[in-house]
């Protein structure tokens, strides 16, 4: 079912578990996430950045692939598909075009600015029951173009635009996309926690789940994370797993290039890591 994460969200964060959002490349990507959710009875987040939905060939046909591949599959646990990272252009677009969750990303903006580009992307997803996750306090590293400094938010920040009516808000505490370099600090949980006690019931977001340790990860849920947003760690599975199947000189074997064997692997090697994500954030038999 394409439904708003909204719902979802709101159920995490009452049974203390975190809902993944797992972004999407193509159509390998999308059909392992959706079947390791089905197999594991999992609530799942499709993450699609601007640059992954120009990739596929626009938002458009993103979510008639999503809505497809949840029929022909027989996808019935909830699935969402959000736009990650979205700018003001961006989050209209997506939301025009079907996505049933759109990030607007305004962390780059003054926060009036922000507030009043979020409460306009609010409105319009408001009208046509999507949910609507805001940043504040930009994450760090760089995501598809998107480069963050690393800021860590301040927590009356957080409340104002948290008070816009929001279903999720991301607030960096330390996070960053990608890997993460050997000095780094860590979550900063009392951030966090002032966050959480200022936002209430609000769902947080934590970006950058590639990389934070297991301990980090449920601290961050007890502390109001309900959803956890992975895209490194499932391209490292992939790639690796590509990798060797070609040095093995398997593609070679039988009658030359068949996209569908010499993928299987990445595929296989990213339901893994899905697997143990939806393990580590608990959302497994939470449909
Ligand atoms: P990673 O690539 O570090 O897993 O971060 C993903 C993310 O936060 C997507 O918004």
Not at 107 to 132: D, F, M, P, Q
Not at 200 to 214: E, F, R, S
Not at 217 to 225: E, M, T
Request: hydrophobic residues 40%; proline residues 3%.
């Amino acid at each position: 079912m394409l439904v708003s994460a909204k719902e979802m969200l709101v159920k995490a964060k009452a049974g203390k578990y975190a809902v993944g959002q797992f972004n999407i490349n193509n159509l390998e990507w999308t059909k392992a996430i959706l079947l390791t959710a089905q197999e594991n009875n999992s609530p799942v987040i499709l993450g699609v950045s601007e640059g992954a939905g120009k990739y596929m060939c626009g938002f458009t046909t993103v979510v008639n692939m999503v809505k497809g591949m949840i029929d022909e599959l027989g996808i019935t646990v909830p699935v969402a598909v959000h736009l990650d990272h979205g700018s003001y252009e961006g989050a209209k677009k997506a939301i025009a075009a079907g996505f049933s969750s759109v990030m607007f990303d305004g962390s780059k903006y003054e926060i009036e600015e922000n507030i009043e580009k979020t409460k306009e992307i609010i409105a319009l997803a408001n009208s046509k029951g999507i949910s609507v996750e805001a940043e504040v306090g930009a994450i760090g590293g760089e995501e598809d173009g998107v480069v963050g400094g690393g800021e860590v938010a301040d927590p009356d920040e957080c409340k104002l635009i948290a008070d816009l009516g929001i279903d999720m808000l991301a607030a960096g505490i330390g996070n960053i996309h990608g890997k993460y370099p050997a000095n780094w600090q860590g979550l900063n949980f009392e951030v966090l926690d002032q966050i959480q006690q200022k936002t209430g019931i609000m769902p947080l977001v934590l970006h950058g789940g590639t990389g934070i340790p297991a301990d980090m990860i449920k601290k961050a849920i007890s502390l109001g994370v309900s959803k956890i947003n992975v895209n490194t760690e499932c391209q490292l599975a992939f790639a690796a797993a590509t990798r060797k199947y070609i040095e093995e000189g398997k593609d070679l074997e039988g009658k030359g290039f068949d996209p569908r064997k010499v993928l299987a692997p990445g595929v296989e090697a990213i339901k893994a890591t899905v697997k143990e994500k939806m393990e580590l954030f608990g959302s497994i038999n939470k449909a």
